[in-house]
């Protein structure tokens, strides 16, 4: 029997806990002792309930200094999660290293946990990335650009990335493990598997060693959604509260002859308020995304990787409303791939109601989703927890 560790340290939502937990579990029915550290354990119940599984508190930057004015690579982003002064680097590596003393793993199971690597590298302990394309940049290569609809001097981009590797190289120094070169060295890795399809991934011409496994599985403990008899254009929402433009795209959905079904998690304006056994019904409760989207026609979302790539393998054409960077990164991939459109914070409502009229009608868009389900259906045929599972046995034996 072996310990593995899992640590998740940036990002957010629901994916990480997702993909984490269906692999856990079956390294638990293997006979493995498993230890999850995670960045938000407020909703680490839904996954790890009843298990063997043993929980614990992810060291975080928590300060939140305003962000830089622009953010074109992943060295902008760790500038403002504990990378921007050397001294701050340094606690987050040792709370990590101790951490790492404490549970002493076999090996350690990295979903976007850079300062994770860092630490393990001081044990040499196996360290296997598993995560999506975005939070896992290609080592050995400069930062690439994370917002290509921004543009920005090549000259400032890397300007940021020799501060951050300046600033983990005295860090390294000062702590005993190896400097880097580009930052994007400090995920270095003895496996890796990349949780989304390849059309997303910006480093996929640079992959080496990487594997990509599709999707995580949907949970069967969530309910399906119910499309009922009712008659219209199916559209499967997965939306939050409190998000720029979110009532009034759910308005126009509403007000549109489309059957709505989906999820939600908040308490919804008067006039949005379901009505029972009509066509527009949103559950606060997940779903299994993958089974509802069979009888689906479209799919509206933030943009998160894994219920985008589940979009993408149920060929339905997909409506976005991103929120944060990486979403706003999967989101411009679908417009410049053709199956889908999304809508940015700063859209006013006239381009709100012609991007989602357009996605409402477009026969092209839903043929091109069509295309793009065909293009990838290898990938939603790979056995993702087994593929993972062996993988981390396979370092941890070597």
Known sequence: ?????????????????????????????????????????????????????????????????????????????????????????????????????????????????????????????????????????????????????????LNVMRQKERQIVDNINTTAARLGFQPVHHFSDVFKHEAAFITELPMFDSHRHYRQDAHYVGTTPSGDNFETADWGAVSGKRIFVYLKPSRPHVDTVLRLLKNSEAVVRGYFPGDLPPDLKPETGGKFQLSNQPLNVEKSLVEADGAVLHGGIGTLCQVVLAGKPAFTLPTQIEQTFNSYRIREVGNGDWIGRKSDNSEIQQRFQNFMTSDTMAQRANALAEENAEFGEVSFVETVCDGIEGVVRH
């Not at 999850?36 to 929980?55: C, E, H, M, N, W």
Request: hydrophobic share 45%; net charge positive.
């Open 1 to 153: 029997m072996s310990h593995i560790l899992f640590a998740w340290e940036l990002g957010e939502d629901l994916g990480h806990l997702a993909r984490i937990a269906v692999v856990a579990k079956e390294l638990v029915a293997r006979r493995h002792k498993v230890t999850v550290a995670v960045k938000d354990l407020s909703r680490a119940s839904l996954f790890f309930s009843g298990s063997d599984i043993q929980l614990m508190q992810s060291p975080v930057w928590l300060p939140r200094p305003r962000k830089p004015p622009l953010t074109k690579t992943m060295a902008d982003i760790l500038a403002y999660r504990g990378y921007g002064t050397v001294d701050g680097l340094t606690s987050l590596v040792q709370a990590w290293s101790s951490l790492l003393e404490v549970t002493a793993p076999d090996a350690v199971v990295i979903d976007y946990a850079p300062t994770a690597l860092l630490a393990a590298s001081r044990f040499n302990i196996p360290r296997v990335v598993f995560s999506n394309s975005f939070s896992f940049p290609q080592p050995g290569m400069p930062g690439q650009d994370i917002c290509p609809w921004i543009p920005a001097p």
